[in-house]
């Protein structure tokens, strides 16, 4: 596997503030469904200086589909603006003045990490031979990373959505690594609401023409319009009804009119979101990754949840959006009822819904200083 075969669409992208890391070992990597691979690239970025003593590291967990870059320009190697611009850097939230921010892009990522656009040992792209991927494999590479980095334990793991259950799963298979845990808009489990949305997200990938098994790197084409459907499918979850009408209501596009074949705003909006994510994000990827998130069960193999919830020694902080339809907050007080060290829930007041972990920089702000108090 190439360590800087960032991408079919991106190949040869400089690796902007990205810095790789190639674990191997005598075993290889093994993933929870068998397959082994010689090697795994994780590509990474860092904020602030680990002291002295490696007490200050936090580790940030990106979403479905965010990346290593958490805050930053845009530019070479980084296709957008940092995913949580106002969270993260010197004054701030987490304050890289006093913390080591660490933030890798995920086990079948889309920008540098080992996923499916990634080349085998015989340089072709994976694609459709790429493994079923779950959440503790993506967390087993980061304690891998971690490991080099000589990160024995940090001093806080933090994380929403998809990124919330790898804050979990730390949690709970390395206790005695995780000091503080912040988890926000996600739950223990995936509901069938969240595995019936996923698979629907996949399946409109998948029926694209040019998606072609999931082998079409090759070919000079990428299922983009089945990815940027699947977008719009999980944007009418990430936001609300309410936002909706107050921004759309039931007026047209600019210089379009729906009775002759023209568009609402909402389908607009929906288009514009699906096809910008379709020009910086692999669909084989999104489809690993939506089906990982499936697979999200804490409980899984340790006697259900509850015991699994009960082995989290962190001092624990969950946070949930009270508009979110896509991880009501049922799901946050399930965690805070499991989890011994946890506060009380927090919860977020915003319009936006499940995408407000992302957009309310004030009251996340808020939240997590006071979680990363001494």
């Not at 106002?86 to 913390?99: H, K, Q, W």
């Not at 939506?290 to 409980?299: I, R």
Request: proline letters at 3%.
């Amino acid at each position: 596997m190439s360590a800087d075969h960032l991408g079919y669409w991106r190949t040869g992208d400089p690796p902007g503030h990205r810095q790789f890391f190639v674990f191997e070992s005598d075993n290889g990597f093994c993933f929870e469904s068998g397959d082994t691979f010689a090697s795994v690239t994780v590509a990474y970025e860092t904020w602030g200086t680990l002291n002295a003593t490696r007490t200050n590291a936090v580790l940030v967990e990106h979403a479905l589909t965010g990346d290593s870059h958490v805050t930053g320009e845009a530019g070479l190697g980084h296709a957008t603006r940092g995913w949580w611009e106002g969270i993260v850097g010197a004054g701030l939230a987490i304050d890289s003045n006093e913390f080591y921010v660490v933030c890798a892009n995920v086990l079948g990522g889309a920008q540098g990490s080992t996923g499916p656009s990634s080349l085998d040992e015989s340089g072709r792209p994976f694609g459709s031979k790429f493994p079923v991927t779950t959440i503790r494999d993506q967390v087993a590479v980061e304690v891998a990373l971690a490991d080099h980095l000589g990160i024995e334990n940090w001093f806080a793991v933090v994380g929403g959505s998809m990124g919330g259950m790898r804050a979990l799963e730390w949690a709970i298979g390395f206790p005695h690594r995780v000091s503080r845990l912040v988890v926000l808009a996600v739950g223990a489990s995936s509901t069938a609401d969240e595995i019936a949305l996923s698979s629907l997200q996949v399946r409109a990938i998948r029926a694209d023409v040019n998606f072609q098994g999931g082998d079409y790197y090759d070919t000079g084409v990428a299922p983009t319009q089945g990815l940027s459907i699947a977008r719009g499918l999980g944007q009418l979850t990430y936001r609300t009804g309410d936002e909706f009408e107050s921004r759309f209501g039931r007026d047209s596009q600019k210089g379009e009119d729906p009775l002759l074949g023209g568009r609402y705003a909402v389908e607009s909006y929906l288009e514009h979101h699906g096809e910008k994510l379709a020009r910086r994000f692999d669909a084989n990827s999104y489809v690993v990754l939506s089906e990982a998130m499936n697979h999200h069960d804490v409980g899984r193999g340790r006697g259900g949840i509850a015991v699994a919830l009960g082995a989290i020694l962190a001092a624990t902080t969950v946070v949930g959006i009270g508009s979110d339809r896509l991880y009501p907050l049922a799901l946050q007080e399930q965690l805070v009822d499991h989890i011994v060290h946890a506060r009380p829930l927090e919860v977020i007041t915003s319009r936006v819904g499940h995408d407000g972990f992302l957009l309310e920089v004030d009251q996340i702000s808020w939240l997590l200083r006071t979680a990363l108090k001494d």
